[in-house]
């Protein structure tokens, strides 16, 4: 199998080269490692390579490697949060890439004893079996956040389809694009907004095109354990 650190110089690769067509820094871009699907050791292996972020979307697979790995890299859970699993998570993530929700607001602003970096998702293509508000609703859900004190809205965070049709997923992305500005113009003391979360293994760089401050890649980096 090839290893993690020679996947990486890939995907930088490919990143420079999405950069470079939308005229931006590859230094703009945050790479995300995904390591639901692998072990420890793996995951381990990636923080080798210099990878600096871990991606986990289960309570479970983050307090597992946590207890190996602790603080050594910058924690996300990208992953649905049940509101009763926050306590377990919230003082070990520095971000949360999933808010959709008022209850899971409360839950995590009641929990933590810092702020969170939040990222509110985004179900911009509409499909049922996603996640995440549909975007009229993020505005308002937004400014509901006002009065929660450890929170703080960082960005916003989407999945596109899971399909091969470039158009369609630069439409899904540049919509999530224009929403952040959208938030931004507010000038929001809680919410800057300025994280773009979006694009995985198989459309991160069309994401990076479109705007993509954070890209999530699982399977194209780590892999998958056997």
Known sequence: MMKVAAKLEDIKEQINQACGKANREPNEVRLIAVTKYVSIERANEALEAGITDLGENRDE?????????GDKPVWHYIGTLQTRKVKKIIDKVEYIHSLDRLSLAEEI???ANRKIKCLVQVNVSAEESKHGLPPEEVIPFIQSLRTFKNICVEGLMTMAPFIN????????????RKLREQVQALNLDFAPCTELSMGMSNDFAIAIEEGATMVRIGTALVGEDE
């Open 109 to 111: 602003n009641k929990r």
């Open 165 to 176: 049709d470039e158009l369609v997923l630069r439409e899904c992305f540049r919509k999530l």
């Open 61 to 69: 697979g983050l307090l597992n490697k946590w207890e190996v790995l």
